[in-house]
């Protein structure tokens, strides 16, 4: 008790151990769980505000541990982005993606567009779509079907805008989509929007929070509007109320993914609610 350390501190020392220690644990557990397919793929509908279709999905990572049970992305994402890992899990992902989209196809159902998350880490070596493309390929993926959605801050790191701006050029050269994640985030300059080709922006879910607040739908309507001109598909995240459904069909938001809809799901869970 009276050990001279202030109460703050010993807590926030413990916690940090303890912190430590799980990055190592689960440094330790990935490799194994790679192999043994613990990482799966989610995937949460995109759906269309005009007609209420379905337009896509986007898959994100579930790791489910056969002791520890299922692990979120918030929990281990930031630790693989720092040691590099993450660049294996999301070409790991990208192909259990492919594998699904093709067993979809060889059973008769028409290809579904599914946007991939990809880690700033790969902007680190110029050559990186090759292992992307040549997967897509071995799968018989007609590329127009992958979107890869890439964080709005890897535009404010003043060493990747390069290599950002050509491997956006690449992806369109090989027929892939693009789409600019969790958009107005950060410190996001519009100008960006012309800057960068982008397909697709996705407008981070801190938009709609207040949406009953004038200001606040003012600020979607024209980044809408902005992105309507510029001929750049919209996508609304993390839409959980009617109220801001409701406002976002009003102003013609192309596409809403969130709760309202449905949460990430197991590709059979997703089949199913494609099929309602
Ligand atoms: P993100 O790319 O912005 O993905 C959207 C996140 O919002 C997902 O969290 C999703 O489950 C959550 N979400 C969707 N609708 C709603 C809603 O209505 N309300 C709320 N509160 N949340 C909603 P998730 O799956 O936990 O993923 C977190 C982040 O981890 C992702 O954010 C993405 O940055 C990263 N991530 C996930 N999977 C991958 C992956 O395979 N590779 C990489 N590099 N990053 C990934
Ligand atoms: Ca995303
Ligand atoms: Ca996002
Ligand atoms: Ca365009």
């Not at 997967?135 to 993926?141: D, F, L, N, T």
């Not at 809408?224 to 510029?230: G, S, V």
């Not at 069909?249 to 993914?257: A, F, K, N």
């Amino acid at each position: 008790q009276d050990s001279g350390t202030h109460p703050a501190c010993a807590f926030y020392d413990a916690d940090f151990t303890k912190q430590l220690q799980t990055e190592q644990e689960l440094n330790d557990l990935f490799e194994h769980s790679l192999k043994n397919h613990d990482f799966k793929v989610y995937l949460q509908p995109k759906v269309r505000l005009l007609d209420g279709g379905i337009a896509g999905a986007e898959a994100l990572v579930r790791w489910i541990h056969p002791q520890k049970g299922i692990i979120f992305p918030s929990d281990f994402i930031p630790i693989f982005e720092h040691n590099g890992k993450i660049c294996h899990l999301d070409l790991y992902m990208f192909e259990e993606v492919c594998r699904l989209l093709e067993q979809w196809n060889q059973k008769g159902q028409p290809w579904i567009p599914i946007s991939v998350n990809l880690s700033r880490q790969h902007f680190k070596n110029p050559e990186f779509l090759k292992a992307f493309s040549e997967i897509a390929e071995r799968y018989h993926i007609p590329p127009n079907t992958i979107e890869f959605e890439l964080t709005e801050s890897i535009l404010f790191d003043p060493q990747q805008i390069e290599v950002v701006k050509i491997s956006i050029q690449k992806m369109h050269a090989l027929g892939f989509l693009c789409s600019l994640d969790d958009f107005g985030s950060g410190f996001s300059s519009l100008g960006l929007l012309k800057e960068f080709d982008v397909d697709t922006i996705k407008l981070d879910r801190q938009f709609f929070l207040d949406i009953s607040k004038e200001k606040s739908r003012d600020v979607i309507a024209c980044l809408i509007e902005l992105a309507k001109k510029l001929n750049v598909r919209t996508v609304a995240e993390g839409i959980e109320e009617q109220e801001q459904l409701d406002y976002l069909r009003e102003i013609g938001c192309d596409l809403v993914q969130g709760y309202i809809f449905s949460k990430p799901l197991p590709p059979k869970e997703f089949e199913a609610f494609c099929a309602r």
